[in-house]
């Protein structure tokens, strides 16, 4: 998805001459007979009404207190973000034509036209608006007593969006509540107006917040350079050299790949199928055996992963406990991590599509712990995209990060222990392009290093931290759809 400029370039002409809360003019009229001049949604309904974002009814009403539907959220939404308004479709519901825009927006991640009528609750909304605005749900603490969505607590720190604070001294969301038209207006206007940027760093289509709690990154480019065969070294202290494998890769001499200057080797064990159509079966690999076997056998340092796609925790300890069974004749030999690997694949078609980065990262928590309670050391497998839009890396900091990216010099905000640099390494003893590792600590009864490396300091041993988040509830249907839009909503 494009990031859209309109939202960020308005705010920036209006940010001389305009804060995020809007002013009433002195002296000045409604333009509804039942918004009151000294009312607190004033001054953002009565800017979008001299804008021609919202009218009235045909009395000359704007009924602030009455619910806002799903159709009438898409179109305010698309309107603040810069969207053009799209053309109607006859002979359907009036905001038909919104449902594809709100999808290639991210605004919802799936819709029936039966819904258009309905009512999206504060929470529907708010996770509409934080898409909107290019923003994750992986943000911090909740401000809310009531609701501990990352959605919506970006848009508290953002001032888009602040709740009530009751008598009581706690402040509340209502995240179940309908949102009403003066409470809709005041988000739009903000959407429109605030800039929402500042001390944020760009990923892609996202806009980010460096994670708090989280250590950033100390290689420096300068540390890595190319051996005489053309692998990526560090000279910036230890490591060790490795591969990751598959059954993909059939038939592998481990005596040759030992004697090519690797040091250890991840080997798969299974993996969940992933397509949304599929089973999601838990499916083990047939060369995991033979794979270990031979690896252990010429005297290399072996650990193993398994191919998550858990989207419940429960699915992620189902996905733990099978690995587990399958490496514990191993259990000796197993000198480096066992790897959770969730990775996104499939796009739309991925069973995981849409499905809250809190939520994942629960799951990736509940593998890792799984296997730190079995007596293995744990590790998380993550890309740019996982590591930055799909985990919350706050709540995973207590076991050790293994990331990938296909580079000469990896660029990544964040600390990492074990870099995937290259998907096609030549080894031997291995007939086809391979998955290139660099490991930057020791771990506990490992042997092989190179013989020009530091020794170790010691083995990993970072704070714990532990994930928090909730589900995301469904939408809300209601009955006749309406096939022109209600009076309130310019055309």
């Keep these: 998805m494009k990031k859209r400029v309109a939202v960020l370039a308005l705010a920036v002409l209006l940010a001389a001459s305009s804060s995020t809360t809007a002013m009433a003019t ?69 905001a038909y034509c919104y449902i594809q825009p709100a999808l290639d927006n991210r605004l919802v991640y799936s819709f029936d036209e039966t819904y258009l009528d309905g009512i999206p609750t504060r929470l529907d909304v708010a996770r509409m608006a934080a898409r909107a605005l290019d923003l994750t749900d992986i943000s911090g603490d ?42 809709i207006a005041t988000v739009v206007w903000r959407l429109m107006n605030a800039e929402y940027t500042g001390g944020m760093f760009r990923f892609n289509n996202y806009w980010l917040d460096l994670l708090e709690g989280v250590p950033l990154t100390s290689f420096r480019d300068e540390q890595f350079a190319k051996d005489e065969l053309g692998r990526v070294v560090y000279t910036g202290g230890y490591y060790t050299r490795g591969i990751d494998v598959s059954g993909h890769k059939q038939e592998i001499d481990w005596n040759a790949v030992a004697a090519d200057k690797i040091d250890f080797a991840i080997i798969r064990a299974g993996n969940r199928l992933y397509g949304k159509d599929s089973s999601g079966a838990v499916c083990e690999d047939s060369w995991f055996d033979r794979n270990m076997q031979g690896a252990i056998a010429a005297g290399m340092d072996v650990g193993a992963y398994f191919f998550s796609n858990a989207i419940t925790v429960e699915e992620a300890i189902e996905e733990a406990d099978f690995f587990l069974a399958k490496l514990e004749p191993y259990r000796q030999y197993i000198t480096y991590p066992v790897v959770c690997d969730w990775e996104f694949l499939g796009g739309k078609n991925s069973r995981a599509y849409g499905v809250d980065a809190k939520i994942i990262t629960q799951c990736v928590a509940a593998f890792c712990q799984r296997v730190e309670d079995a007596g293995y050391q744990p590790m998380f497998y993550c890309n740019d995209y996982c590591g930055y839009v799909k985990f919350d890396l706050s709540k995973l900091t207590r076991w050790p990060c293994w990331y990938a990216e296909y580079a000469d010099t990896p660029d990544f905000r964040y600390d990492f222990q074990m870099w995937q640099f290259s998907s096609k390494g030549k080894v031997a003893g291995i007939s086809s392009d391979v998955d290139m590792n660099l490991c930057f600590i020791p771990f506990e009864g490992a042997n092989r290093r190179p013989p020009d490396a530091p020794l170790p300091q010691g083995p990993w041993t970072p704070p714990a931290s532990q994930p928090t988040t909730e589900p995301e509830p469904g939408a809300s249907q209601t009955a006749e759809p309406q096939n022109t839009p209600p009076a309130w909503l310019q055309p």
């Design 26 to 94: 002195p002296g000045q009229m409604s333009p509804f007979v039942d918004l009151a001049v000294d009312h607190w949604s004033y001054p953002y309904v009565s800017e979008l009404y001299a804008q021609g974002v919202v009218g009235g009814d045909p009395e000359g009403t704007f009924r602030g207190t009455d619910p806002v539907t799903w159709g009438e959220t898409f179109k305010l939404i698309l309107l603040a973000i810069g969207e053009e308004t799209p053309e109607r479709v006859p002979d359907t519901h009036w």
């Design 142 to 183: 909740s401000p809310y007593v009531d609701c501990n969505d990352g959605y919506v607590v970006e848009l508290y720190e953002k001032g888009i969006m602040e709740g009530v604070l009751e008598a009581d001294g706690n402040r509340y969301f209502y995240p179940d509540q309908p949102i009403v038209r003066e409470e």
